[in-house]
């Protein structure tokens, strides 16, 4: 291969990479945070975090690892998002956790918690792994 063909090729590989680059974006989440949970009750609260919305991405709460008192264990949770405002705070819906993710959409910038609404079998609920996203 001549000089002229191999710094033709070479520009050619170096361009598909280059556009390989470009159209690849990454799927960007403003923010997310992970806990547990130990011993709630329905009207315990999560911690508070800020969307800002400078993204497109649904609030969700995944769980896994959950456990209840009642005698049948763990069936679903109730849990609420509000959004914390001045006055009685903005309830965003309750979704139902069977121990999986649940989602409120894209939730417009603010700050917000969840609150555990409901515990199917029992009364007290504990999960080993929370994380929310927004």
């Known amino acids: 291969m ?9 520009g050619l590989v170096t361009g598909a990479v280059l556009l390989g680059f470009v159209g690849a974006t990454p799927a960007y989440a403003e923010g997310s945070w992970s806990s547990y949970i130990s011993s709630w ?6 911690r508070r975090w800020v969307d800002n919305n ?4 649904s609030t969700s709460v995944s769980f896994s690892g959950c456990s209840s ?3 049948t264990g763990f069936r679903q949770a ?3 998002v509000w959004k914390d405002v001045l006055g009685p705070d903005d309830d965003k819906g309750t979704r139902t956790n069977t121990c999986n993710s649940v989602s409120w959409g894209d939730l417009a910038s603010g700050e917000y ?11 007290v609920l504990s999960v ?4 929310t996203r927004y």
């Open 2 to 10: 001549n000089v002229k063909n191999r710094r033709m090729a070479q």
């Open 41 to 46: 009750t329905p009207g315990s609260e999560s």
């Open 54 to 57: 400078t993204d497109s991405v």
């Open 69 to 71: 008192d009642g005698g």
């Open 78 to 80: 109730g849990l609420k």
């Open 113 to 123: 918690y969840f609150e555990l609404w409901s515990v199917t079998s029992g009364g």
């Open 128 to 131: 080993n792994s929370v994380t």
